[in-house]
């Protein structure tokens, strides 16, 4: 007896230190349209059951007869919902059992969601689950509903409208309880490698297993950013040298751990934990640095499986194994490990104590395990489902990877009348785009062209390719192996081809050109409409002119031509005499330049004596 109360006693000390920090509240919106208390209210969510992250909930609400707070089963009335009507949300009162049997029963009991109001005036709490001597783990994994906490002031409101006859509608709402800024999402997982911890310790195991691959496949493709982390304690001072720290602890007293079997005399010790904790963190730095950072959930799950405590395998040399079969550096995970012995700071481990300390919106992380997303507390059950709902939440609406649009995590509200939006079903286009919280009406953007409009009532294809889209949501038709459309690629607008009159986008009519007298009116012609055309024929054998809308013979025709050929004929020959001029009077020019310029310097056959003048002056 004194034993465990040493052991309580150095935990308690350990704990004091770090629980005195601060502790947030994770908080969702309640609506009341009720008259008489119409407005928003702030609950506490449990940390049990599955929130609705990213989601909301309306439902009506019951305050019962009897067993006002949930303590029993509710064997003799039924609070599910007719089909049609609105989800019923059970009030109960806080006090005398647990939140979550009260949960519990009101699930049973057929209640979409509890709300339990407070029984004194006081800040808003957080719903925990109870201490694991005390819990009944078959339950409490199974607890699916959603819960929150209102205050009394809210709940007596509440009684008051029921007990008047009031029906009181409610609207729980998560979609602001996780911040969505981006289109990634940080998340930290706070964990503890002790597989002898009770019903806590097989959840976690079990999350992390069913985990694994969504949290790869959201890894691996960069639209997550995930951290492990792991809870420590230090040992206060006056008790250091103590039976208790020196088991519980590493670097003299500096990280703790609770030991496994809450018994010093047999099996592991909280050192032993610690020091795997370290190694996971470990791993997961070298991971990191290599570039694999999603190899931690490989090695969590392969630890878990193949280094069991009950197995007596909780050791280092099987996380060892585990490590080389990952293919991960050995020496640099003992390189991050160092001494556990040594009265010095480890850096991983230092970093994680400092880390616990909450900043920002985020309070200190006291409540293991615990998943912090978009540095904001998860509350709720550990549950692969529940948990990636409140990861696609993180997102920003409209950059939700495909994993968050599966069957499994929402309803696809286009599947439903398309959402409401506007759709051409011929050319399978839609502007309903499906989000984690809901469809969106949107013009879509289809084979690089862009549809504009309001995406409720219409959406219109726009730009150069828009007719290769559904025509542009113009006229086309094909009949006698002819095509025509009243879409043009430079045009905004709907226009029918020639031949054809209507609006272009709903009807094109063929226009009856020989009964309108458009084309084809000369006396002797012959007119035959066709879709889209005419035909236009000449009697006596005379020949139609489209162009003039005339009929000429096919005498004057051949005459007509003659003519061409003469004048042909005349313009060639005139061309070739001028050219013959133009070459004679080139070779006479060309002539009469070089004989100037030779009887400069010989005299010409033609050219007579020149008298010498030269003059002999006297000397």
């Given amino acids: 007896m004194g034993e465990k109360l040493g052991i309580l006693l150095c ?55 009897t067993n006002q707070k949930a303590c029993k089963s509710f064997d003799d009335i039924s609070f599910k919902s007719k089909p049609g009507g609105l989800p019923t949300f059970l009030l109960v009162d806080r006090g005398d059992c647990y939140f979550t049997l009260k949960a519990w029963n009101a699930q049973n009991g057929g209640a979409a969601a509890i709300l339990v109001a407070d029984d004194r005036n006081e800040p808003l709490i957080t719903m925990d689950t109870p201490e694991e001597e ?41 979609t602001e309880a996780l911040p969505h800024p981006d289109e990634r999402v940080e998340y930290e997982f706070w964990t503890n490698s002790n597989d002898e911890c009770g019903p806590k310790c097989e959840s976690q195991i079990d999350f992390v297993k069913n985990f694994k691959g969504a949290a790869q496949i959201l890894e691996k493709k960069g639209y997550t950013q995930f951290t492990p982390h792991y809870i420590t304690w230090y040992c206060p001072e006056a008790f250091i040298l103590s039976k208790q720290c020196k088991s519980q602890c590493i670097n003299h007293g500096r990280y703790c751990a609770p030991d496994p079997e809450q018994d010093f005399s047999r099996g592991y010790d909280g050192k032993d934990v610690v020091v ?25 799950t392969d630890f878990a499986i193949r280094c069991p405590m009950k197995e007596k395998k909780y050791n280092e040399e099987c996380s060892n194994h585990v490590i080389q079969s990952l293919g991960v550096d050995i020496k640099e995970i003992e390189k991050c490990v160092g001494d556990p012995t040594a009265a010095v700071d480890n850096p991983i481990l230092k970093a994680e104590q400092e880390s616990q300390i909450g900043k920002g919106s985020r309070g200190d992380v006291t409540i293991l395990p615990t998943l912090v997303i978009n540095n904001r507390q998860y509350r709720g059950k550990l549950d692969k489902v529940a948990v990636l709902k409140a990861i696609c939440a993180g997102f920003e609406e409209t950059t939700e990877p495909a994993i968050c649009l599966s069957e499994d995590i929402e309803t696809n509200e286009c599947l ?21 919280r809901g ?78 007298r458009l084309a084809c009116q000369c006396p002797e012609c012959s007119c035959k409409n066709t879709w889209g ?12 002119m489209q162009e003039h809308d005339i009929c000429i013979s096919k005498a004057n025709t051949a005459v007509s031509w003659s003519f061409v050929w003469i004048i042909i004929l005349g313009l060639a020959a005139a061309g070739v005499g001028g050219y013959a001029v133009y070459k004679y009077r080139i070779r006479r020019y060309m002539d009469s330049e070089i004989r100037a310029i030779m009887a400069q310097y010989m005299p010409l056959d033609n050219q007579g004596e020149v008298p010498n003048h030269l003059s002999h002056g006297n000397v």
């Fill in 11 to 65: 935990v308690w000390f350990m704990l004091w230190g770090f629980c005195v920090g601060r502790f947030v509240v994770e908080k969702n919106s309640l609506r009341v349209t009720s008259p008489s208390l119409k407005g928003a209210y702030e609950c506490a969510i449990g940390n049990f059951g599955v929130p609705q992250y990213g989601g909301t909930m309306g439902g009506i609400v019951v305050y019962p007869k």
């Fill in 134 to 174: 005390k819990a009944d783990a078959d339950y409490l994994q199974n607890i699916t509903i959603p819960s929150a906490l209102i205050s009394k002031s809210v709940g007596d409101s509440i009684k008051k409208a029921l007990a008047n006859g009031e029906m009181v509608n409610i609207n729980l709402d998560w």
């Fill in 276 to 300: 795997q904790n370290l190694r996971q963190a470990c791993f997961y730095k070298v991971a990191n640095e290599s570039g694999k950072p999603w190899l931690w959930w490989d090695y969590v």
């Fill in 416 to 436: 439903n009348n398309n959402g409401g939006c506007w759709q051409d079903k011929d050319a399978n286009v839609t502007a309903c785009k499906d989000t984690f």
């Fill in 439 to 516: 469809r969106v009406c949107e013009c879509p953007l289809v084979q690089g062209v862009k549809f504009v409009g309001d995406g409720y009532t219409y959406c219109k294809a726009s730009g150069a390719l828009h007719c290769g889209i559904n025509n542009g949501g113009c006229w086309k038709k094909t009949q006698d192996g002819r095509t025509y459309s009243a879409c043009v690629d430079d045009s905004k607008s709907c226009k029918c081809p020639p031949g054809f009159k209507g609006d272009g986008v709903h009807t094109c009519e063929d226009v009856d050109e020989c009964k309108e």
């Fill in 533 to 544: 055309s005419y035909e236009c024929s000449c009697s006596y054998g005379l020949l139609y």
